[in-house]
Every structure is written in C-alpha cells, then in structure tokens.
C-alpha cells in the first residue's frame, strides 16, 4: 500500500510569491492535515479536510489555504511569501469517519519550502 | 482549546541507559494520545497510542507509554535504549472533534 505523497519534496521561492504543494493520502483515506514544522516550534496545525470539507483550521494569516479534491487529494497555497514561512510543510492522512478521525495520522516526507 | 507540554527538549543517554520522557496535555474531556517518532532523515510515524483500556500501552521497538489520568500525563519509557532509538519524539493528543496537537518534541540523542 502506497504511502502518503508529497510534491515537491523541496523548493526554493523569492518573497511575494505564492506557492502550491500538493497531498496524495494512502488510498481509502478521507482525512487529510497540513502541519508546519519549524526547528524550535515543532508541528503547528495548519489545516484539516475531510470530504472536500475544511474540518479544523489552525491560526495562520489568510495568505494560507487549502482544499482537498473528490478524490481525497489536497493542496495547500501561501501566498505572498515572506521569509518566516521557510519551513518543512507536512501533510497526513487518516482513516476517518464521519464523526471524525482518531488522530491517528499517516506522514508524508514533507515539502521543504525555502524563502529567500 | 487543548494544549501538549514535553519537558524535556535535549536528551542525552548512554546505549542500555533507561529512558522516560515526559508529557502533560491539558483537555477538559476524554482524549486519544499519541507518541511518534522522526528518525533522522525519515517521516513522522507512530510509536504508540492510547485510546482507551489498559492505561499501560505498547508500541514498536520496546516503546512504552503510561497514561495518568489524574496527573494528565502520558510519559514514554524505555528499560535501555540503543543507538538507533537516536530520534526526535512527539507528543500528541486529540481530544473530541479537536485536530492534533503536538508538542514541541524532544530530540534524544544515544550515545554507543
């Protein structure tokens, strides 16, 4: 069974400009998070979708957004970039239900996103 | 709102040293706790985790955690670590419709 798939695995951005990183959960999962890591901060939670619905949003400004397909797939937008949101972005996918996931979460290998 | 609290940041053992590292949460109802794991180089991936029962839970590679709930506690033990228990390890929980909150992990470190 395929694991969770993130893409890029690293890129490198110029401040002001926006970029898109995409999820592919393990299939049959509907659940899909978004963290970001940072040395000092650990996992702050970004956001949660399940069935195309935003379940939980973390406390980032609004030039971050996400969405999740039909297909389970999500993908996650900051735009307007600014340095501090270097980071290593982690997306994670759960077997849930309706009522909710477990919190038993899945990790991709993460997006390494530099801002210069 | 919930809350993860891990004590220790930087530790330090010897390989066969016993290792406990600790972690509070604060949640004002029933909760599903967590331990995982990042291995230098790899994913995040899940060590251990209680949901309900037998308050002594067993994970991968000798890992154990206890759950206190009056002391709102969720330590990670090891009777003597190895090398490659050299690891960052996290704390979580969830609690109700809640996401997962994470602490701010602690970075082990083994020495042969």
């Known amino acids: 069974k395929a694991g969770v798939t993130q893409t890029p695995r690293y890129l490198i951005k110029t401040r002001g400009q926006q970029v898109t990183l995409s999820c592919s959960p393990i299939?049959?999962?509907?659940?899909v998070s978004w963290y970001q890591q940072t040395p000092g901060q650990g996992l702050q939670f970004l956001f949660e979708?399940?069935?195309?619905?935003?379940?939980n949003k973390g406390n980032f400004p609004g030039r971050f957004s996400g969405r999740q397909f039909s297909n389970s797939r999500s993908e996650m937008n900051v735009s307007t970039l600014e340095l501090g949101d270097s980071a290593l972005y982690l997306c994670?996918?759960?077997?849930?239900?309706?009522?909710?996931?477990?919190?038993?979460?899945?990790f991709g290998e993460g997006s390494r996103l530099t801002v210069l | 709102a919930q809350s993860v609290s891990q004590h220790n940041h930087h530790v330090i053992l010897s390989e066969a040293a016993s290792l406990e590292l600790g972690c509070n949460y604060s949640?004002?109802?029933?909760?599903?706790l967590f331990w995982y794991v990042q291995y230098p180089g790899q994913h995040l991936q899940l060590l251990l985790k209680?949901?309900?029962?037998?308050?002594l839970v067993k994970g991968i590679k000798g890992f154990e955690a206890e759950f206190i709930k009056s002391k709102f506690s969720f330590n990670l033990r090891k009777p003597s670590v190895q090398w490659s228990d050299t690891a960052e390890y996290f704390c979580?929980?969830?609690?109700?419709?809640?996401?997962?909150?994470f602490g701010t992990g602690t970075k082990l470190q083994v020495i042969p």
């Open positions: 979580a929980v969830k609690g109700g419709y809640q996401k997962v909150t």
């Open positions: 979708y399940f069935s195309e619905t935003q379940r």
């Open positions: 949640y004002g109802g029933t909760v599903n």
């Open positions: 994670a996918s759960s077997l849930a239900k309706t009522g909710g996931n477990t919190g038993e979460l899945f």
């Open positions: 299939s049959g999962h509907r659940s």
């Open positions: 209680y949901f309900s029962g037998d308050p």
